[in-house]
């Protein structure tokens, strides 16, 4: 596996007394980061993203031993006691001092380090750096990246008194020392990546990703980074624009390249729902613990769970709610009847530069009305597409057809918000006049016919679950909203109003045909939803706990099921689209990406 070069060389070492680098230090693992990916150093200590991957565990495994405790250098020239030392310096007769996870600052430098271990005699020191990995087959036998960190705590031993003219690099998983020498390009090369690092520190801009680089796949922020699917985009073309008659759907973006998938098609930790009355929500060690009269009803692994879903009078401890801060897992707060009142979450990303995008995009009117066009276009695109592949064939749907694309050819012409919203209108009530054949439920008389969408509050069951359904995945957009620094209350299409996540409406509506829609379906096509799952009066009509569960295993299984992504042509779930969605919504409003493309299917 070969290394890229990253951009910048050797050149000229800079001054040393920038007032800047004295006064804000860099640690040393940060320079690292920047000399591996500029992007990747953007994310982790600009924007404050972070994930873990076994690479990174192993990493934290490797280096225990010499995180355990802060050890002081002893003081270059001095006679230290000798006893735990791995053997001799180079060139020399006399056994080191070894010092382990030595704390070092440098205010000239501007840099601060903690050192794996340092071999020192009297005023001679070899810092020494622990890799978890092999060694790697190139003429250096070490990256780039490594022989930088090692080089600056050369430079930082140097500022402390001592002599030092090489490094060490223990690759763990190859138990083989590779030594570096601390040559004048070398030491170069680091104070230039120094005073870049420290200039990045400072910047709300982006670095662009790198391209079709081996790094990339077994960076633990690849599937935040997105590097193949940006460049991608940076690069997108479209089809002319299709007549009324064809699919909208068939004027999905071209890529010129194939994306590789570098992040899981389905993430491991999924939603725990908790809807028992009256149970409540404990913690031991890392695991949930839900019990009702001192009964336990379930448990669960922290590392297992994306959201604790509460489903109306359930308890939970204060422990619980501090565990899952932490660790980043949301909890979402619905009601027994179906509304969606808000999420507790940790304070895990600490920066406000998407926001700022984002309600900078919500005051450019050109840019919400196109936002806006998508959405509605892409969102007619799936309902024809569910009516197509579940309507019986005849007559009738030809007409529905015809009068969705007839509607969607006009979008091009809609020149506001208002008339948006009336043109989506008219789509839904097209749509949902002919939802009703979709349905082949088993044992629902004709009471229950399904004429027209109508909710506050529902009064038949098909929209007592589609109700349901679009609460549940305004929580889905809400929470992947959130875990981007985005505000879900300030929408682009959908206009902020107390209460209601506005942005998460943006961002769900080519679902709701695509998930929710398609949910309901199968859950009463299949039994999973009956009668007998419904309470129905003259004003309302509610779903009983059965039945929530019913829909919500139909839910959970749709957001699971895999599909060819229709822009990237890799495989994903659904609930992974929605999560990649809300990252591409963030990129588009930073400018990272040119255009916001959303997904339809065929």
């Excluded at 009355?277 to 297992?304: C, F, I, M």
């Excluded at 004003?539 to 706990?545: G, I, S, T, W």
């Amino acid at each position: 596996m070969s290394d890229p070069s990253l951009p910048g060389g050797a050149i000229p070492a800079p001054e040393n007394s920038d007032p800047h680098l004295a006064a804000d230090p860099l640690p040393l693992r940060m320079l690292n980061e920047f000399a591996y990916c500029p992007r990747l150093f953007h994310l982790m200590h600009v924007e404050g993203r972070w994930e873990d991957n076994h690479y990174t565990a192993e990493g934290r495994h490797v280096h225990r031993r010499v995180d355990k405790l802060d050890h002081i250098l002893p003081e270059a020239g001095s006679e230290a006691d000798k006893a735990d030392h791995p053997g001799k310096l180079p060139g020399g007769d006399e056994p080191p001092t070894v010092t382990r996870s030595v704390p070092l600052a440098s205010a000239t430098l501007g840099l601060t380090a903690k050192l794996d271990l340092v071999a020192s005699v009297g005023d001679e020191a070899v810092p020494v750096e622990t890799k978890r990995g092999r060694v790697p087959n190139n003429p250096e036998r070490s990256w780039e990246p490594e022989r930088v960190q090692l080089m600056a705590q050369g430079l930082l031993l140097r500022e402390h008194g001592y002599t030092t003219d090489h490094g060490v690099l223990y690759f763990a998983g190859s138990r083989t020392r590779v030594d570096v020498p601390f040559t004048d390009q070398l030491e170069q090369r680091t104070r230039q990546l120094l005073a870049d690092a420290h200039a990045a520190s400072q910047s709300t801009t982006l670095p662009p990703p790198l391209e079709d680089s081996p790094k990339c796949r077994g960076c633990s922020l690849n599937g935040i980074c997105l590097p193949d699917e940006t460049l991608a985009l940076q690069h997108l073309t479209t089809l002319d624009p299709p007549a009324a008659s064809q699919n909208v759907s068939s004027n999905e973006p071209k890529l010129p390249g194939a994306p590789r998938r570098l992040y899981p098609a389905r993430p491991h930790a999924v939603p725990l729902y908790v809807q028992e009355p009256g149970a409540y929500v404990g913690k031991s060690k890392s695991r949930l613990v839900v019990r009702k009269d001192s009964q336990t009803l379930s448990e669960a692994r922290l590392k297992d769970i994306s959201q604790l879903v509460l489903c109306g009078n359930i308890g939970v401890s204060a422990q619980t709610l501090h565990l899952l801060c932490e660790a980043g897992v949301p909890v979402v707060h619905l009601s027994m009847g179906h509304w969606f009142y808000g999420i507790t979450q940790g304070i895990n990303l600490r920066n406000a530069f998407d926001r700022a995008a984002q309600f900078n995009a919500a005051a450019d009117p050109q840019r919400r009305l196109d936002f806006a066009r998508q959405l509605v276009a892409d969102k007619a695109a799936n309902q024809r597409t569910l009516l197509r592949r579940n309507a019986p064939s005849d007559l009738q749907l030809d007409r529905v057809i015809r009068d969705l694309d007839d509607l969607t050819a006009r979008l091009p012409q809609v020149q506001s918000l208002d008339a948006m919203l009336g043109t989506e209108g008219a789509l839904a009530a097209v749509y949902f006049q002919h939802f009703n054949t979709l349905l082949k439920p088993r044992d629902l008389d004709a009471q229950w016919d399904f004429k027209h969408r109508n909710r506050r509050p529902p009064k038949d069951p098909v929209n007592a679950a589609l109700s349901f359904g679009y609460a549940l995945l305004a929580k889905e957009c809400t929470v992947a909203l959130l875990a981007e620094g985005l505000d879900p209350w300030w929408g682009l299409y959908h206009q902020p109003r107390h209460g209601r996540p506005a942005l998460a409406l943006d961002l769900m509506e080519p679902f709701r045909p695509a998930v929710v829609d398609s949910a309901v379906v199968t859950a009463f096509n299949t039994g999973m939803l009956q009668r007998r799952n419904f309470t129905t009066n003259a004003n309302a009509c509610m779903l009983q706990p059965a039945g929530r569960k019913n829909l919500i295993r139909a839910y959970e299984a749709r957001l699971d099921q895999l599909i060819t992504h229709p822009v990237f042509d890799y495989r994903c779930s659904w609930r992974t689209v929605i999560k990649l969605q809300a990252r591409l919504l963030a990129r588009w409003l930073r400018s990272d990406i040119p255009t916001y493309t959303t997904v339809t299917t065929r």
